[in-house]
């Protein structure tokens, strides 16, 4: 029975993904930072790992945990699905915010990578790594994360071509609004501080678009069968979007970028004028 490692496995997309894998046959371990979240898995019958992403020494001490408690199973895949969200316009945003959302989003990823490639080398194994939409489609007030994804993106496809020869494969999946915690997150965000700013009236209204769209979006287990199919699958594709209408977001690929600007142009113009506007994006 082949292992998985799911990071960032206490709820939401990551605890899906561990719980279908698990149902599937494998052996599905994931990562959380606390002992409460690491009796759920159990629970579920997902390995619980207590394992910190944006530590060293944790990702250390993890690597070496895991690797004795394999006892030879080969480990088919490492799923970096650890994130956090970061919202609001880029001219405001707290540097020090940023970085740490980086830390999480992207140094994480790396840093879980690097510890697990040895692994992964001796199986021939795969690196499979949560993006986003906004990996490919900056989408505006989430211009921080959308750089995380940017950058995890890239690296992917770098990583990718590396590791060619060692038989490796790297795999992104990118979710667009999907059901999960997160939008509980983004509605509690404080708006405080963009009061007395230009941005003061317009955020609430993003937010409520935005959190709305997320409530409405895809299942969780669409994800988790995303996943499913990049660590199963004898020849997954490089990208696997999980979109509610890929013809929709292959068009929406497919326009160019000024014309973008001037369409969110003119929707952020309607909100301004307080008209009631959905999401174009899904």
């Known amino acids: 029975m082949d292992a998985v490692l799911t990071t960032g496995a206490s709820k939401g997309i990551g605890y899906s993904a561990a719980h279908y894998l698990a ?5 599905s371990l994931g990562t959380v930072r606390s002992e409460e979240a690491a009796a759920r898995l159990r629970h579920a019958g997902i390995e619980p790992v207590v394992m910190d992403v944006t530590d060293p020494a944790s990702i250390s001490r993890a690597a070496e945990e895991i690797e004795r408690s394999l006892e030879g199973t080969p480990l088919r895949a490492l799923v970096n699905n650890a994130g956090v969200l970061a919202a609001g316009p880029i001219e405001l945003a707290d540097l020090e915010e940023a970085r740490a959302v980086f830390e999480v989003n992207f140094f994480g990823a790396l840093a879980v990578t690097q510890a697990f490639l ?3 080398r001796a199986s021939g194994g795969r690196v499979i790594n949560m993006s986003s939409l906004s990996g490919r489609f900056a989408f505006p007030f989430v211009g921080i994360y959308a750089a995380t994804k940017h950058a995890l993106e890239a690296s992917s496809d770098a990583l990718r071509r590396e590791l060619v020869r060692a038989g490796v494969d790297v795999i992104l999946i990118e979710p ?16 405080n501080r963009f009061r007395g700013t230009e941005y003061e009236q317009l955020m609430p209204v993003i937010r409520k678009i935005a959190v709305r769209g997320g409530r409405n979006g895809l299942p969780v287990d669409r994800v988790s069968r995303a996943v499913y199919r990049a660590v199963s699958s004898r020849r997954p594709p490089a990208r696997i979007p999980v979109v509610a209408s890929r013809p929709r977001w292959m068009l929406q690929r497919m326009l160019p970028a000024r014309l973008w600007d001037r369409l969110i142009g003119r929707l952020l113009a309607r909100i301004d004028s307080g008209d009631e506007v959905e999401s174009p994006f899904s």
């Open 176 to 191: 667009g609004s999907i059901q999960t915690p997160i939008w509980d997150n983004l509605e509690n965000l404080d708006l």
């Open 23 to 27: 149902n599937r046959g494998y052996r």
């Open 118 to 120: 040895p692994l992964l």
